[in-house]
């Protein structure tokens, strides 16, 4: 029988523990040997690698986090990293692999299997940022706008009550899809993006305009990696030029929205792209990420995915702006 392997890497997101289970039991229904790997690619090197059977995987559907744990690894963006990973493979007779993961795992997913063509990996797209090419919805993302929608909501009652203006951080280094959705969904007066530059003189003049309409509060959104700062960084600016109308505070709602159980819509998406990643895999597929665009699954080249990252939908920006 052949043995395929299954692991968490990077940043970990609700619905990874959904993905696992849904991998192991296709596998062993599909007359395949599961092997669970921990500490994503850190645990390939150094063998942390154990086969799971079908009572492993029992009762995770609605945990956070991920059984099989999570790492970074610098020691596997070495030739001789990645050698000692294909060796711990090979020892264990694993032929396919399955990683589920954000960017920096496709990458790495994608250097191993150009250096070892004979082990066939597919990966899936377990980040909270939903930033990955190839599928419409990123597994976590759908609990973690959640998460920040229900906190800024709480936020909210409190600024309305003091007449405060709230910076709220969400996650999003490189992407705003965070803080964009959670800003339409939660009222905001203004969302601060990475994919566009911030300019604190139109943020003032735009939020004096609301207090002018005499709105007892208002809240920005902030994803964290905004060229104008974080949100600690923005909201001195906005102090700096003499706003008085709101008391300023400044909340970041930090890793909250990594943790949690995962929503429906999470569980489902992990539970359909887990079977299909098996079932590509039992296919000869590899060197893909599989996802799913407009309800059908799509194979996308690890080599699209990383370098092709999603794009915000400019109407949702003009969106926050018309409802504000």
Known sequence: MEKIGVFTSGGDSPGMNAAIRAVVRTAIKSGLIPYGIYHGYKGLIEGEIKEMNTHDVSNILQLGGTILRSARSKEFRTPEGRAKAYRQLKKHGITGLIAIGGDGTMAGAKVFANEYPDIRIVGLPGTIDNDLAGTDFTIGYDTAINTAMEAVDKIKDTANAFDRLFFIEVMGRDSGFIALRVGIATGAEAVLVPETRTNIDELVRKLRTFAKRRK?????????????????????????????????????????????????????????????????????????????????????????????????????????????
């Open 216 to 324: 007892n509060a208002a809240i920005v959104i902030v994803a964290e990696g905004d060229d104008a700062g974080g949100a600690y960084e923005i909201a001195r600016k906005v102090k700096e030029r003499g706003f008085e109308k709101y008391e300023i505070r400044v909340s970041t709602l930090g890793h909250i929205q990594r943790g949690g159980s995962p929503t429906c819509m999470d569980r489902m998406l992990a539970g359909r792209l887990g079977m299909e990643a098996v079932k590509a895999l039992k296919d000869g597929v590899s060197g893909v990420l599989v996802g799913k665009k407009c309800k059908e699954i799509v194979y996308t080249p690890f080599e699209k995915a990383v370098k092709d990252p999603k794009k915000l939908n400019p109407l949702l920006l003009d969106i926050v702006d018309m409802l504000a």
